[in-house]
């Protein structure tokens, strides 16, 4: 499932009070969707990555003190408990990553953890909800080809999760980098709209796999090369990004950013008109569908920031220029990703019902 959903999901597992067992490739968000969760839940979050573990160490090293075993506390079970007893009325998220990429002892630790909610002597507190992550295992079914050493749980613990599959998801990784600040460069957005399959390799035969991490990591690179030509080179930004995504992919990339003429036409511009000229509905017309996407939700965005009467029009009368399919999938988008104030707001616009009833002409 994607982003959204999953976010959904797990935030409805911990409702219950049932502990969520997020299953994805590396690199597609997960930790990501975790943060996001604490966020809207105004949750404390420790993060516990259970592959830089060893034997003992989340139980604690034994020590004697009056004649009487006791065990010492981990920093991150004491930033737990530091956590859990303020008064503020926030829950506090202890997020367990990596949990099949430890040793087979580290992960007995971890699940009385997890599952007891205790471990020599220490309890988790009534405010404390457990997230655990992991790669696929290549005995699950659908993740064949997966390659991770991974150590693989028993049936009996399987089952004390709520699983939930992740996926990459291309629009909302799209949507995601558009987003505030934006997070990724247009360039990248416009490239992996082209080529939403290079968002996310995991079984490429290329030792370096495209993720949806590796290409934020991309777009900080390119940042700072376009900030710095006189100091660094464009082969030395290539050897970059073939560093995080994979020679086949870098060299495609390094190709469409080489041959980028003319810059997308720009929201703010977009809104500035009380009407669209022929020159600019003829401009639209001429782009690719890929561009017309991303127009259309960097459109959306500014939408949903400045709602009134003229800017609708305007929106709509963008949209009745694009090709009718691509219409109505971002039609289909605006309901399903978009706040209802805005879907609503279109709904009572003329112009917008126009546009989509045009579609079936």
Not at 69 to 93: F, M, P, Q, R, S
Not at 129 to 138: D, L, Q
Not at 223 to 246: C, E, L, M, P, T
Request: proline share 2%; glycine share 4%; aromatic share 10%.
């Amino acid at each position: 499932m994607r982003f959204s959903e999953t976010l959904n999901t797990v935030d409805l597992i911990l409702e219950a009070k049932d502990v969520p067992l997020i299953i994805g490739e590396a690199g597609i968000g997960k930790t990501a969707l975790v943060k996001e969760l604490s966020k809207r839940t105004n949750s404390h979050l420790v993060t516990i990555d259970a592959n830089l573990l060893k034997e003992g160490e989340i139980g604690g090293l034994p020590i004697v003190e009056n004649r009487k075993t006791v065990y010492a506390i981990h920093n991150k079970l004491a930033e737990v408990e530091k956590l859990a007893g303020l008064e503020d009325d926030k829950n506090v998220i202890l997020f367990i990553d990596e949990l099949n990429r430890c040793e087979h002892a580290v992960q007995q630790e971890l699940m009385n953890l997890i599952l007891n909610r205790e471990i020599n002597g220490y309890y988790l507190a009534d405010k404390v909800r457990v997230i655990t992550a992991m790669n696929p295992s290549n005995k699950y079914e659908s993740f064949e080809s997966s390659d991770y050493q991974v150590v693989d749980m028993d049936a009996a613990q399987e089952d004390r999760f709520v699983w939930v599959e992740m996926d990459a998801d291309v629009k909302e990784w799209i949507r995601w980098g558009m987003g505030q600040g934006d997070k990724v460069h247009g360039n990248i957005i416009e490239f992996i709209s082209t080529f939403p399959e290079y968002l996310h390799t995991p079984y490429s035969r290329e030792s370096i796999k495209a993720t949806p991490r590796s290409w934020e990591r991309v777009s900080k690179a390119y940042k700072v090369y376009n900030d710095n030509k006189d100091k660094f080179s464009i082969d030395i930004f290539y050897n970059v990004v073939k560093g995080n995504v994979g020679v086949s992919i870098a060299t495609d990339f390094m190709n469409f950013i080489k041959n980028i003429k003319n810059p997308l036409i720009k929201a703010e511009e977009l809104f500035s008109y009380e009407v669209l000229g022929v020159e600019l509905k003829d401009r639209i017309k001429r782009e690719s569908q890929s561009r017309l996407y991303i127009m259309a939700k960097n459109s959306l965005s500014f939408l949903e920031k400045n709602i009134n009467e003229k800017n609708i029009n305007i929106f709509a009368n963008i949209l009745m220029n694009y090709p009718k399919d691509l219409r109505l999938g971002i039609m289909k988008e605006i309901k399903s990703d978009y706040s209802t104030e805005l879907y609503k707001e279109l709904l009572e616009a003329d112009t917008f019902l126009d546009a989509f009833f045009s579609i079936y002409e």
